[in-house]
Nanobody
Framework: VQLVESGGGLVQPGESLRLSCAGSGFTFSNHRMTWYRQAPGKERELVATISHFDFTIDYADSVRGRFTISRDNAKNTVYLQMNSLKPEDTAVYYC???????????WGQGTQVTVSS
């Protein structure tokens, strides 16, 4: 199982980034996909999640209306479109894949997002 995040970087407040997470070694289409983030000195938090069955989506209140999660099962990839970025969005962003009927996630290595002027 492998999850590879990409798309992070340094941007100014108000700008956008699109993160991608490509999965391999498992049946991507039957896994819930979730983006998490962890800022220095803070606990990891759920950012956005999308189910495998009916593509039900949920967001953290802090990103709702600014971030959009989507998935392309044909490409085994989940995306996180991040608009109107704020300095408080600075963190390492991780994607996770959860098989059905379990609470155990597969994790990527993370990608750094820094929002600073």
């Amino acid at each position: 199982v492998q999850l590879v995040e990409s798309g992070g970087g340094l941007v100014q407040p108000g700008e956008s980034l699109r993160l991608s997470c490509a999965g391999s070694g498992f049946t991507f289409s039957n896994h819930r996909m979730t983006w998490y983030r962890q800022a220095p000195g803070k606990e990891r938090e759920l950012v956005a999640t999308i189910s495998h069955f009916d593509f039900t989506i949920d967001y953290a209140d802090s990103v709702r209306g600014r971030f959009t999660i989507s998935r392309d099962n044909a490409k085994n990839t989940v995306y996180l479109q991040m608009n109107s970025l704020k300095p408080e969005d600075t963190a390492v962003y991780y994607c996770a894949a959860r098989p059905p009927y379990t609470n155990n996630d597969y994790w990527g290595q993370g990608t750094q997002v820094t929002v600073s002027s």
